[in-house]
C-alpha cells in the first residue's frame, strides 16, 4: 500500500512537507477547533455554490476532506506530459476514425470496436471539425500505485463533470488557510473557467468572422449537474440554455433572446449525442434542438465535445490507446495502461474465469460501475453467478487487476488516517495547444478500506495541489537590511 | 437576454403578485362575510380571483371553510395561493442565476416550508396567521428586488410581472362590485352599502388610503376614483400603468430603441387613466369601462409575450 503524504517507517515525502508542518504546528485541539470552523466556513461558502441546487442545502455537496492531496512538480511534470500526449493521440484517433481510417486498415484496432460501437456517429463521418479537435474538455482518470506508478483507469470524453468541485475546494482552502497559499508554491488553478472559454472559442466555425458567442447547452434543472452547468455558465459569462432556447433557421443556430434570435457560435454541450438533435438521433428526445446537426456539419456551428468522441473512452478502445499513441505520435505512451483482458479474446476468457476472485470486471460500455465484479469484495455466489454472464456474453466484459490505489491522510472520526484516493485532472484541448489545469479533482474513499471513490458510496474531494518548481515561484519582496 | 429568462421572471413575479393578491381576496371575505351575506362575499372572492367557474365544477354549494380551501391551498385550482407559489418556485428555479439571492430565499425558503407545513390545516383553523405569512413572504419578494436587483432588463421584466398582475386585480375587484358603485344603487345609502364600498377598499387594503385621501367618509364615486385614477394609491390602475410604461420605455431605452405593439398599447393605457375623470367613466358606464380595462390588460400581457419572449 502506497501513501503519498509517507514512506514506509514514517518519513514525511517532500512534497507534503508543507502539510506536515502545517498539521504538526497545530494543536489537536486547535486542529478540532478549525475542522470545526471550517465546516462551518464551508457549508457558508458552500452555499454560493448550493445556491445552484435544490433549496440550497449543504448536505448535498459532497462531502470535502480539509487535508489536501499534493503531488510535487517534477511528478506533475510527468503527469501533464502524459497526459497531453494521451489527449493529442485521442483526438487523432477521433479524426481518424471519422476520416480516413487508416488505424483500422493499419490493422492496430479491429473495424468492429469502432463502426459496431454504440458511441460512433455516423453522421460525423467525413465531416471536417474546426482544428480537428473532437475532444475540447477531457477528464483522464488516474490511479496511483506507488511512487512513479500512475495508471489511466479511465478516459471521458463525452461530457466529464466534477470541475467545479475541484474550483470549490480551492476556494474553500484559500478562505481557510490563505497562509498555506502566501508565496505561491501552489499552482494556481482559478483560471479554469477563462481557459475553457479561451478553448471554446477556438473551436468556433471556421467562417464564424470576429467575436464568437458561445453557449452552455444543459439538459436542464433536473439534471445532476446543473448546478456545475449554471457555476460554469456564470463564471464564463455566457448563457446557460436548454434546447427550446436554440433554434435553427437556414441552417444557423441562433438562441432566442428578448431582442429576437441572436446567432450563436460554439455550444460547449453537457447533454449526451442521443439527445442533441431529434432529427439525427433520438426522435423522442425533448431536450434537442430539431437541425442542430445539419448547421454543424454545414461548418455553422461547433458542437463541443464532438458526437461521437465516445468511441475513444469506450473500455475496449481504452486497451489500445497506448497502440494508439504508437501509431499517431510515434511516441512511447508516457502514462500506462491498467493491463486490461479483453474477454471476448477466448485465451484471455479462460484467464479471466480462472481468476475471478482476483479481478475486477467491468462492462465494456457501461458507464458508472453498475454491472461490475469487484472479485476481492464478491462472495462466491457472486462470483459464481458474474462467470455464467461472462460466458455467455464475454465480448461486453473486459477485466483489470484490482489495484492497490494509493492513500492520503485524512481528518476522520478518530484523528487523521488514510484513505483511499484517486485523480482526474482536467484537459483542454484548443488546436495544438493542449492546457491541464495543474490538479483536478481528487476523489477520497472515506470508508476505510474502501476502494470506491464515488460520491454515492462514501467518497469525499479533497483540494489538489501541485507544487510549483521553485523557479516558478514568486519572490518575496525585498525587505530593508537585505541589501 | 434569452427569451426564456425574460418570460420566467415575468411569471416569477406575476405569481407571487397573484399569491398576495388571493389572500388579500381571503381576507376581505373573511372580514365581510360576518356582516353582510357570507355566501355573497365568498362568491365575489372567488369571481374577483377567477376562481368562480372551477369552484363550480367542484362544490354545489359556497362555504367559507370550501372557498378558503379552494383559493388556498387545492392543488386543482391553478391560481390557489399554493398553485402559485409552486409555479413562482419552479420559474425562480429554472432561471436561478438570474436573480438575486434575496429573491430566491424569498421563494424557496416560502415554498420549503409549505412544503414542511400541514398547509390544508392552517387554511382551516388559523387562517389570519396563514394570510398573513403569505403577505409577509410576497412582501419579502417584492422587497428583495426592489433593493437587490440591478436595473438592468431583468428587473424591468420583473416589475413587468408585478404590475400587470395587480392592475389586472384591481381591475377585477372592481368590476365584480360596480353595481354598488354606480349613482343609481348609492341611493340606498345603508348601512349595509356602506359595508360594501368598505369590502372593496378592504380587498385592496385601502381603507385608511382612502380616509388618508379624501378624509371623507365613503362615498362610491371616490372608492372608483382611487382605485382607477389616483396615483398615489398603489394598487390603482393609473399607478399600475405608470409603472408598466415605464418598465417598457427602460426595456426600450437599453434594447437602442426597440419597441412595437406592448409599447403603444401601454401608452395608450397609461394617457387614459393620467388624463381620465371619474364622472365621464360613470356616465359612460363603470362595468364596460372595467371590462374592457381587463380585456386590454390581458391583450397587453399576450404582446408583452409576443413581442420579447417567443
Given at each position: 500500500m502506497f501513501d503519498e503524504m509517507r514512506a514506509e517507517g514514517g518519513a514525511v515525502r517532500p512534497a507534503y512537507a508543507m502539510v506536515d508542518r502545517w498539521l504538526k504546528a497545530t494543536p489537536q485541539a486547535a486542529l478540532d477547533a478549525k475542522k470545526k470552523e471550517a465546516e462551518r466556513l464551508f457549508r457558508r461558502i458552500g452555499i454560493t455554490f448550493a445556491?445552484?441546487?435544490?433549496?440550497?442545502?449543504?448536505?448535498?455537496l459532497i462531502p470535502f476532506d480539509m487535508i489536501p492531496r499534493v503531488l510535487g512538480a517534477d511528478e506533475w511534470a510527468i503527469l501533464e506530459r502524459g497526459l497531453k500526449q494521451r489527449v493529442r493521440a485521442l483526438n487523432l484517433f477521433l479524426k481518424d476514425i471519422y476520416g480516413p481510417a487508416e488505424i483500422l486498415k493499419a490493422g492496430i484496432i479491429p473495424e468492429a470496436l469502432v463502426f459496431?460501437?454504440?458511441?460512433?456517429?455516423?453522421?460525423?463521418?467525413?465531416l471536417e471539425v474546426p482544428n480537428g479537435v473532437y475532444t475540447h474538455v477531457s477528464g483522464i482518470d488516474l490511479v496511483r500505485t506507488g511512487p512513479d506508478e500512475f495508471f489511466v483507469l479511465e478516459d471521458n470524453?463525452?461530457?466529464?463533470?466534477g470541475v467545479s468541485y475541484m474550483l470549490e475546494n480551492r476556494a474553500v482552502m484559500m478562505r481557510l488557510f490563505p497562509d498555506l497559499f502566501e508565496g505561491g508554491n501552489i499552482a494556481p488553478i482559478q483560471r479554469y473557467p477563462e481557459t475553457l472559454l479561451k478553448t471554446l472559442r477556438a473551436a468556433?466555425?471556421?467562417?464564424?468572422?470576429g467575436d464568437p458567442t458561445v453557449v452552455l447547452l444543459t439538459?436542464?434543472?433536473?439534471?445532476?449537474a446543473y448546478y456545475e452547468h449554471s457555476f460554469l455558465a456564470d463564471e464564463m459569462g455566457v448563457e446557460l440554455v436548454e434546447g427550446p432556447d436554440l433554434r435553427v433557421q437556414d441552417g444557423v443556430v441562433c438562441m432566442r433572446t428578448t431582442r429576437g434570435l441572436q446567432r450563436v457560435d460554439v455550444i460547449y454541450r453537457r447533454i449526451d449525442d442521443d439527445f442533441l438533435d431529434p432529427l439525427a438521433?433520438?426522435?423522442?428526445?425533448?431536450l434537442g434542438v430539431p437541425g442542430l446537426m445539419a448547421a454543424y456539419r454545414q461548418g455553422n456551428v461547433t458542437i463541443?465535445?464532438?458526437?461521437?468522441?465516445g468511441v475513444a473512452d469506450d473500455k475496449a478502445v481504452y486497451r489500445l490507446v497506448p497502440d494508439m499513441i504508437k501509431f499517431y505520435l510515434g511516441e512511447e505512451p508516457l502514462l500506462k495502461n491498467v493491463?486490461?483482458?479483453?474477454?471476448?479474446k477466448p485465451d484471455a476468457l479462460s484467464h479471466v474465469l480462472d481468476n475471478l476472485a482476483e479481478l475486477v470486471v467491468k462492462?465494456?460500455?457501461?458507464?458508472?460501475?453498475?454491472?461490475?465484479?469487484v472479485g476481492p469484495h464478491a462472495t462466491k455466489a457472486e462470483i459464481a453467478a458474474f462467470a455464467e454472464k461472462l460466458k455467455a456474453n464475454p465480448a461486453d466484459y473486459v477485466a483489470q487487476p484490482t489495484l492497490s490505489l494509493s492513500t492520503c491522510p485524512c481528518f476522520v472520526e478518530s484523528g487523521v488516517a488514510p484513505r483511499h484516493i484517486d485523480l482526474r485532472p482536467f484537459v483542454l484541448t484548443a488546436g495544438e495547444e493542449i492546457a491541464v489545469i495543474p490538479g483536478g479533482l481528487t476523489r477520497v474513499a472515506?470508508?476505510?478500506?474502501?476502494?470506491v471513490v464515488n460520491s454515492s458510496q462514501g467518497g469525499g474531494t479533497k483540494d489538489t495541489w501541485v507544487l510549483r518548481a521553485p523557479s516558478q515561484q514568486q519572490s518575496q519582496s525585498q525587505s530593508q537590511g537585505q541589501g | 437576454m434569452l427569451a426564456r429568462t425574460a418570460e420566467s421572471v415575468y411569471w416569477l413575479a406575476r405569481y407571487i403578485e397573484r399569491m398576495d393578491n388571493v389572500a388579500r381576496l381571503i381576507e376581505a371575505a373573511q372580514r365581510m362575510a360576518g356582516l353582510s351575506s357570507q355566501t355573497e362575499e365568498w362568491r365575489s372572492a372567488l369571481t374577483a380571483a377567477g376562481c368562480d367557474v372551477g369552484y363550480a365544477a367542484k362544490y354545489d354549494t359556497v362555504t367559507s371553510a370550501n372557498a378558503a380551501m379552494y383559493l388556498g391551498?387545492?392543488?386543482?385550482?391553478?391560481?390557489s395561493i399554493l398553485s402559485s407559489l409552486e409555479k413562482a418556485r419552479a420559474n425562480a428555479r429554472s432561471v436561478r442565476t438570474a436573480l438575486t439571492r434575496d429573491m430566491w430565499e424569498a421563494v424557496n425558503g416560502a415554498w420549503l416550508e409549505s412544503r414542511r407545513l400541514d398547509m390544508k390545516a392552517l387554511v382551516l383553523e388559523h387562517l389570519p396567521e396563514t394570510l398573513d405569512w403569505v403577505k409577509t413572504m410576497t412582501t419579502r419578494f417584492l422587497g428583495a428586488y426592489s433593493s437587490?436587483?440591478?436595473?438592468?432588463e431583468i428587473y424591468f421584466f420583473t416589475r413587468l410581472g408585478t404590475f400587470l398582475e395587480r392592475a389586472d386585480n384591481t381591475a377585477r375587484i372592481l368590476d365584480v362590485k360596480y353595481h354598488v358603485l354606480l349613482p343609481s344603487y348609492s341611493g340606498v345609502g345603508g348601512l349595509l352599502d356602506y359595508y360594501q364600498w368598505t369590502s372593496i377598499l378592504q380587498a385592496v387594503s385601502a381603507t385608511r388610503a382612502y380616509h388618508w385621501v379624501y378624509?371623507?367618509?365613503?362615498?362610491p364615486g371616490n372608492v372608483a376614483d382611487l382605485l382607477?385614477?389616483?396615483?398615489?394609491?398603489?394598487?390603482?390602475l393609473r399607478a399600475c400603468y405608470d409603472q408598466i410604461a415605464d418598465a417598457l420605455e427602460l426595456l426600450q431605452d437599453s434594447y437602442g430603441?426597440?419597441?412595437?405593439e406592448p409599447h403603444r398599447l401601454a401608452g395608450a393605457l397609461a394617457a387614459q387613466l393620467r388624463y381620465g375623470r371619474i364622472d365621464d367613466i360613470m356616465k359612460a358606464g363603470l362595468h364596460e369601462y372595467l371590462t374592457q380595462m381587463i380585456e386590454r390588460t390581458a391583450s397587453l400581457g399576450a404582446e408583452i409575450e409576443r413581442f420579447y419572449m417567443r
Open positions: 445556491v445552484y441546487t435544490e433549496g440550497g442545502d449543504p448536505e448535498r459496431l460501437n454504440a458511441a460512433f456517429q455516423a453522421h460525423m463521418q467525413g470524453c463525452r461530457t466529464p463533470s468556433a466555425p471556421r467562417r464564424c468572422n439538459p436542464g434543472p433536473f439534471n445532476s438521433f433520438n426522435p423522442d428526445s425533448m463541443a465535445n464532438a458526437p461521437g468522441a493491463p486490461t483482458w479483453d474477454c471476448s462492462e465494456a460500455r457501461g458507464s458508472g460501475g453498475y454491472g461490475m465484479l472515506l470508508r476505510e478500506g474502501s476502494l | 391551498v387545492d392543488p386543482d385550482n391553478p391560481s437587490t436587483m440591478l436595473r438592468n378624509r371623507s367618509e365613503v362615498f382607477i385614477l389616483k396615483p398615489e394609491m398603489p394598487r390603482s430603441g426597440l419597441a412595437g
